[in-house]
C-alpha cells in the first residue's frame, strides 16, 4: 500500500501570500494518478485537481498542482480568506486503497 | 443538479447492526462509480470501497474488508453502506462520493453531506 506523507502539517500564511504544500509517496505513483481536496470543517471535501495538474470544474486558477513520481505539489498564488482549510493529497489507480495523505491544515495568521 | 443526498445521522450500541444510504440525482447513477469514505472523529480520509451501481462491482481496501458491506439498488439510485456487528471504534463520519469516469474512477468529484454514525454504550 502507498503511504502519503504531506508537509508541513500546519502552515501559517496570511491573505495574499502563497502557498506551498507538498506530498511524497512511498513509492512511485503511476501515470500521475494524484489528487488534490480542501476540506472546511464541517464540510465535505472538496475535488481540486486531479492526475496531478488537472484543475477540477470551478476551482479557480490560483491553485495549481504539479509533480510526479513520488514528489507532489500544491501551490496556491493568493490566498484568499476562503482558502484556509484542510489540504489532503490522495493516490489512486484502477482499484482500492485510495490512500490519503494526513492532510496539511492551512491556517490564517 | 448533481448530487448525493445521504441518510441521517445515527446513534447505535454496540453489537448493533445499520445500514446507511447515499441516493444519487441529477446524472446517470449507474454510469459512475461510488465511494464511502471513512473520517474519523478529527482525524484524516479513508477511502472503504467502491461500487459500480451498474452490475454491482465491488471493490474493498483490505482494512474494510470483511467489516462492512457496500451495496447498491440501481432501480432506485441509492448505494449502501451496512454493518452486521458495530464497534465504538466505528464511531465515525461516513461520506459517499462519485468517482469519475474510467482510470479516474478512484477522483471522487461530488460528495455527500455525510452522515455521522455513533455507536456508545
Known amino acids: 500500500e502507498t503511504v502519503l506523507t504531506q508537509s508541513p502539517g500546519t502552515l501559517s500564511l496570511s491573505p495574499g501570500e502563497g502557498a506551498t504544500l507538498s506530498c511524497r509517496a512511498s513509492?512511485?505513483?503511476?501515470?500521475?494518478?494524484l489528487a488534490w481536496y480542501q476540506q472546511k470543517p464541517g464540510q465535505a471535501p472538496r475535488l481540486l485537481i486531479y492526475?496531478?495538474?488537472s484543475r477540477a470544474t470551478g476551482i479557480p486558477d490560483r491553485f495549481s498542482g504539479s509533480g510526479s513520481g513520488t514528489d507532489f505539489t500544491l501551490t496556491i498564488s493568493r490566498l484568499e480568506p476562503e482558502d484556509f482549510a484542510v489540504y489532503y493529497c490522495q493516490q489512486y489507480g484502477t482499484s482500492p486503497p485510495y490512500t490519503f495523505g494526513q492532510g496539511t491544515k492551512l491556517e490564517i495568521k | 443538479e448533481v448530487q448525493l443526498v445521504q441518510s441521517g445521522a445515527e446513534v447505535k450500541k454496540p453489537g448493533e447492526s445499520l445500514r446507511i444510504s447515499c441516493k444519487g440525482s441529477?446524472?446517470?447513477?449507474?454510469?459512475?462509480?461510488i465511494a464511502w469514505v471513512r473520517q474519523m472523529p478529527g482525524k484524516g480520509l479513508e477511502c472503504m470501497g467502491i461500487i459500480y451501481p451498474g452490475d454491482s462491482d465491488t471493490r474493498y481496501s483490505p482494512s474494510f474488508q470483511g467489516q462492512v458491506t457496500i451495496s447498491a439498488d440501481k432501480s432506485i439510485s441509492a448505494a449502501y453502506l451496512q454493518w452486521s456487528s458495530l464497534k465504538a471504534s466505528d464511531t465515525a463520519m461516513y461520506y459517499c462520493a462519485r468517482g469519475l469516469i474510467g482510470d479516474r474512477r478512484g477522483v471522487f468529484d461530488v460528495w455527500g453531506q455525510g452522515t455521522m454514525v455513533t455507536v456508545s454504550s
Open positions: 492526475g496531478a495538474s
Open positions: 513509492q512511485r505513483i503511476s501515470s500521475s494518478y
Open positions: 441529477g446524472y446517470s447513477f449507474t454510469s459512475y462509480w
